[in-house]
């Protein structure tokens, strides 16, 4: 079995919801759907989804701790990295942009992606997984510049992700932590440098490698991208739109 052919994989907060499925997982809770519920707006447009039913909305989280098919070396797939827009928090995996490109590729989707990440656990997890599942693609799209991690010797935390809307808190009072909020060029080079590793890790490996900007793509209106059940992510037509742009280059690369 692949699992037990495994050493020292990356350390993530999905583990913790390994092999098991979820009707709801943060930000998309149920208080907050039902909240929602009472406003006549969000009623007609989760009713016209279909997400007003039980059950129309599940996480189905694999035995690696990842909203993904399990993981087949032998198989042919597309490897999708990033944070709570990749894993599509608020909808249903048929409507993220990783099924989407999957289904339009004829790859297998892994889906590598967790909430609330940034772009050092991106490239951690590429750097063990990509030489292990060997897939023909992989799609990074790259969580806000903002966030970075942090290793530490805390077993329970192997790495925490700091965020700037965290800045409340003791850890981000920490001069270091201020040190590099307070100056956007560390989150820019920072962000560049992983999404540079990961690209640079595809070449190594003969993988084609295709990069994008979530902050960017999904920083458009409700009216554009619709909104998922969380109405914090973007909704179906969002990750449709993502998706054909991600088959449109894959094609292009592949012709060139």
Sequence with gaps: MLTSMLKDAPWHFGLK???????????????NFQQ???????????GSKGWDQPGSITYKINSHGFRS?????????????GCSYTVGI?????AT???????ATGLKNYNLAWAGTSADTCFMQAQYWLPVLRPQLVVLVAPPKHRFDLISEDRQLPHDTYM?????????????????????????????????AVQGLCADL???CLTYDAHEWFAKSREELEYARDHMHAG?????????????????TKAA
Excluded: C
């Design 90 to 94: 608020g909808l249903p995996d048929t």
């Design 36 to 46: 929602l519920m009472q406003e006549p707006e969000h009623r007609k447009y989760f």
């Design 17 to 31: 919801y390994a092999g098991h499925t979820y009707e709801w997982l943060p930000t998309d809770t149920e208080e």
């Design 164 to 196: 700037s809307s965290g800045g409340s808190s003791e850890s981000y009072r920490d001069n270091f932590v201020k040190t590099w909020l307070l100056n956007d060029r560390n989150a820019e080079l920072n962000s560049s440098r992983n999404r540079w």
């Design 206 to 208: 003969g993988i084609t």
């Design 69 to 81: 098919e399990e993981f087949d070396p032998a198989a042919t797939s597309v490897v999708s990295l």
């Design 97 to 103: 942009w990783s099924h989407l490109v999957s289904q």
């Design 236 to 252: 179906p037509r969002g990750h449709q739109l993502l998706a054909e742009r991600i088959t449109h280059d894959w094609h292009e």
